[in-house]
């Protein structure tokens, strides 16, 4: 019986030793494969920040709006790109492809804390305005957020429909401040514009009277400044997909990013397009959009009082 138990004895230490020795392969395996991983995902981030090669179609003077925050374009009238100031009235402001002033519009039912964005989606069979209340309200960050939404109105409207109110707070329960929202699919997304500018989703149903939960997508690079506040002109201050959803673009002050729709929903934060916008000498850029063919209208608010700015550039993302 000794003798039996003593061989028992073994087998386990031999179970034992592989088993160890099995386990020590997989975590070295593992950990190889997961740093080759990350060194691979990092070389492609290095690599993946392409060149946007832009001209400069025409700039103008943007007297009507001293806050110029958002830019889009209309999907009912060609000839209309939707804006809005920061405060002041409830009010939508149609512009012409040149800056022009074509018409305001009161949207009902709503109020102004700090009016940041407007951007323009298909919803149903019908096209509207989705208007974000997402900024810091004059100093204090928010865990809030506020969206109308509205059937886009046409230039020559008085006013809206009444407009859907819909509430999300972020998941982290901090404070943020964001200037930028967009739709895709007819969901919305909006962007922070601390450090880091990170990507929230809302979830594909808007439900009104209730406080939805934002989902966190990723962060958008910014300037590469590792910690702390950075500076202002590096900020995310809007984000617009292009009408038929297969590009977003956005903008800080001094750049204009263009990404591929799918690359944002797919979480590659680092594979985008991007140009320098410090040649055009903008007073506070605020504003993008961008059509399916290359065209990008910015606005920008003025300082002080001096004039705001409204910009059309001729971009070539797709030809390379």
Known sequence: MPEIGTGGDRWRQIVYVATLL??????????????????ADAAAAEESVMPLACELASKSPLPVLPEASG?????????VLWSLNDSGAPTVIALSPSGE?????????????????????????????YIADTGNGGGTQRND????????????????APADVFDAAYPDGEDHESDALFVLNEQLFLITKGHPAVLFAFPR???????????????????GFPSGTI?????????????????????????????????LLAHRMHTFWRTDLRFLAEPRGEGVAISNEGDVFLAS??????????????CAWHDQ
């Open 101 to 129: 002033l074509l018409g305001r519009v009161r949207v009902t039912g709503a109020n102004v804390n700090d009016w940041e964005d407007v951007s323009v989606s298909p919803c149903g069979n019908r096209s509207c305005l």
């Open 231 to 263: 500076p202002r002109r590096y900020r995310v201050t809007d984000a617009e997909a292009s009408p038929d959803g297969q590009w977003v673009a956005i903008r800080s002050n001094d750049a204009l990013l263009v990404y591929r729709s799918a690359d």
């Open 205 to 223: 149903t808007l439900t009104a009277g209730t406080i939805q939960t934002l989902e966190r997508m990723g962060e958008i690079p910014t300037a």
């Open 145 to 160: 957020v506020v969206v109308y939404r509205v059937r886009e109105p046409l230039r020559g409207d008085g006013e809206t």
């Open 301 to 314: 608010e003025r300082v002080s009082e001096g004039s705001g700015t409204f910009t059309h550039l001729k």
């Open 22 to 39: 099995a386990v020590g392969a997989m975590v070295v395996w593992f950990a190889v494969g997961r740093r080759a991983a990350n060194t």
């Open 71 to 79: 830019l889009a374009l209309s999907r009912r009238d060609p000839n």
